[in-house]
């Protein structure tokens, strides 16, 4: 088990990093919404980049942000039956869910956009609007964001079936995030 | 052997068990929608290449959609204001005010939540706030524990039907109406909600006078002119963060997504403004900052904008900015601000996740036909439109018990909306019939804040209320509230036109019209299923 809990703890240490910048991402997309709205008020000025860069930096954050996410086990559930079960039967839940649920389904997701993002990148695609940003990077956070969804699962996953060998002791104590 | 006949119930069964499950659903729906498009493939309904389909929406719809960037503005402003004071303020001020008399401080709670709705959008802050100031003194002047938990609960949660709520730009995305018209059509139940409220405190402070007893003069820390200037204080920087909000976006000059990042920067100014710290060069700097904004408006009203509005602008954005610095100097706020979007990206990467993973189950769900499934289902209930309507909103109260908003209107709203306008428009006609189902849909949604034992704000309230207060009080509380919601629900039902009624009032600014121009986003080629398109 020890070889696969340093793969996790490398997994959860990218993650962690990873959420960070997309937590400064947040404020800074709200900052550079408020100035868009603000010049384009007061000087008639407005600028495709900038406007794009809004949205790019959403995507961003959602796609990468989720594994950070899900490390923090702040996906919602329906916990009717969830809060029901053991500690144990919690891990055990969570490490069959990840492994049947997850990580195919994102894997599988992955794969789906990563063509997407490949006929993007080879005809070297770029934004309709005059002075738009390029579209194949922001493509690009597809297929990355789902795998790295995926490679937290796989780190979930270690660390559950360690925790039900005993051989750690994790927090995976689930509270509904609040809203 | 599987037909396709058989899918969608087929889909709508593994729905149900598979949420109760208890996995998260976001990637629970993803891999259901993943799996049922092999077996469908597998079947020979629909080729691989369909599965393309599904990356192809999610970037579409879900990432270059700019309007869901309001979420993360909308929870970022709600949870600076929840902890910069600006309830507790109001709350105390208008507690005095309206103490005195029977049932005043349920008055002023109710006020309190609806001003608070105006500006926020989200329950956990404002469930929070208000009970953190208002229970300990209710108690201690005797009011009832039950309405106390209720009335904090339910006036908490009509910041949902308030604009600029987050949820009514969530609908507005998922029915494909505007915003601006889901936002008009929210005001006419929204004041007659809190109508409602104030009048079963009133009923109840008559027939029960010992429930919500009147606070003794004497117990006034204010009395006259400082009385009046706290509570104008505290409601004037309220009412210009509400201009900023909800008066940008109607008037044209900005969109729900902007006005929700504008909404932000200007919780972060309201919260430098209050807090103890504010440097007196700040004060003198945000004066300048008022006053510049001030003319550069009177400018742009009456002369059109030339020079001197640009200037008069560029001191005020400035001033702005200024302000903004002093939230990165005093070291509380610095932490506010850190911890709000620390949480913000967290909620929003988990409501934007529910929606990929609906849209993984719902390509497929309509791809195997689905949608045909269920309006046949849907149309054939008896009572036509009234039992339609009847039956989702039956439907809806039930399911809140298990969904949270965002999941009800991620995965079932886009299925019955095609349904609805069909259904709707010889009521009160096409483009208002999604409206008034949105609204009313939204009322109704409501309820699921309050049911126990998983409604949110009794789960909030649980969390800051004081021990004495029994859980079973928060839970009992709940119930004549919800019995009120239910009301609304029935009268939005049976009289349109507390909805439609703004609608058709004629309007200078076509919101349509004045939306920014989203800089293409590639949407994938329609996948029309062959139901109606609005």
């Known amino acids: 088990m020890r070889p696969l809990l340093a793969i996790s703890t490398a997994i959860d240490w990218l993650n962690e990093k990873v959420g960070n910048v997309c937590n400064v991402l947040i404020l800074a997309a709200c900052l550079v919404s408020a100035v868009n709205a603000m010049i384009r008020y007061a000087f008639s000025y407005s600028s495709n980049s900038w406007l794009e860069t809004q949205w790019y930096m959403f995507a961003v954050v959602v796609m990468f942000g989720s594994s950070y996410t899900f490390k923090r086990n702040e996906h919602v559930r329906v916990e009717i039956l969830y809060l029901m079960l053991s500690e144990r039967g919690q891990l055990w839940l969570d490490l069959i869910g990840t492994l049947v649920f997850l990580v195919p389904a994102c894997l599988l997701l992955s794969y789906l956009s990563w063509s997407m993002f490949h006929n993007s990148f080879i005809i070297g695609e770029m934004s309709n609007n005059a002075g738009g940003l390029m579209r194949w990077p922001i493509k690009f956070v597809l297929p990355a964001g789902f795998f790295m969804v995926a490679l937290q699962g796989v780190s979930e996953a270690i660390k559950r079936a360690a925790a039900l060998r005993g051989e750690v002791t994790i927090d995976a104590k689930y509270e509904r995030p609040t809203q | ?534």
């Open chain 2, 1 to 534: 052997m599987i037909t396709i006949e058989m899918m969608p119930p087929l889909m709508f069964g593994g729905l149900v068990v598979a949420m109760l499950i208890g996995y998260p659903v976001a990637f629970t729906l993803a891999a259901l929608g993943l799996s049922f498009g092999f077996l469908a493939i597998h079947e020979g309904f629909f080729g691989f290449s369909f599965l393309q389909a599904i990356p192809e929406r999610i970037y579409g719809s879900v990432l270059a959609n700019e309007l869901l960037l309001a979420i993360p503005f909308f929870t970022f402003m709600g949870s600076i204001l929840e902890r910069c004071g600006l309830a507790e303020d109001m709350l105390d001020s208008m507690g005095q005010l309206f103490g005195p008399i029977r049932g005043g401080l349920g008055y002023s709670v109710i006020i309190v939540g609806f001003i608070l709705g105006a500006i926020t959008g989200t329950v956990a802050a404002q469930v929070i706030a208000m009970a953190l100031i208002s229970m300990p003194v209710m108690i201690r002047y005797g009011y009832n524990m039950r309405y106390i938990t209720g009335v904090l609960a339910a006036s908490g949660t009509i910041t949902q039907l308030v604009p600029p709520s987050l949820v009514l730009i969530v609908l507005a995305d998922q029915l494909g109406k505007s915003v601006g018209d889901m936002y008009l059509g929210a005001w006419g139940p929204s004041i007659l909600q809190i109508a409602l409220f104030a009048g079963y405190t009133f009923v109840l402070s008559v027939i029960k006078p010992g429930h919500v007893p009147a606070v003794p003069k004497e117990a006034r820390t204010l009395t006259g002119w400082a009385l009046w200037r706290k509570c104008l204080l505290g409601i004037i920087p309220s009412a210009v963060l509400i201009f900023v909000v909800l008066g940008t976006m109607m008037l044209g000059l900005a969109t729900p997504t902007e006005a929700g990042a504008m909404g932000a920067v200007g919780a972060i100014v309201l919260a430098v403004i209050h807090h103890k710290d504010f440097s007196s060069a700040g004060h003198k700097v945000l004066l300048v900052g008022v006053a510049a904004a001030g003319v550069g408006t009177i400018i742009g009203i009456y002369f059109t904008p030339n020079l001197a509005f640009k200037i008069a602008f560029a001191i005020a954005y400035l001033a702005v900015a200024w302000v903004c610095l002093e939230a990165v100097r005093i070291p509380d706020l610095r932490d506010l601000v850190k911890q709000g979007y620390q949480t913000t990206m967290r909620i929003t990467c988990m409501v934007t996740f529910i929606l990929i993973g609906s849209t993984c189950f719902s390509i497929v769900f309509l791809g195997c036909n689905g949608g045909v499934w269920l309006e046949h289902m849907l149309t054939s209930l008896p009572g036509g439109v009234w039992g339609f309507l009847i039956f989702m909103n039956l439907f809806i109260f039930f399911i809140a018990f298990f969904l949270d908003f965002f999941e009800i209107a991620f995965i079932i709203i886009p299925m019955i909306a095609p349904i609805a306008q069909k259904l709707l428009t010889p009521v009160v006609g096409a483009d208002a019939a999604l409206i008034w189902f949105g609204v009313m849909l939204c009322v109704n949604m409501q309820t699921s804040f309050l049911h126990p034992p998983f409604g949110f704000a009794l789960f909030y309230l649980r969390g800051v209320a004081p021990k004495e207060v029994k859980s079973s009080d928060i839970y009992w509380g709940a119930m004549p509230w919800i019995g009120l919601q239910a009301i609304m629900v029935a009268v939005v039902i049976a009289f349109p036109i507390t909805v439609t009624g703004l609608l058709d009032a004629p309007r200078n600014v076509d919101l349509d019209k004045v939306k920014i121009e989203i800089p293409d986003i590639e949407l994938p080629p329609p996948l029309d299923f062959g139901q109606p398109k609005n």
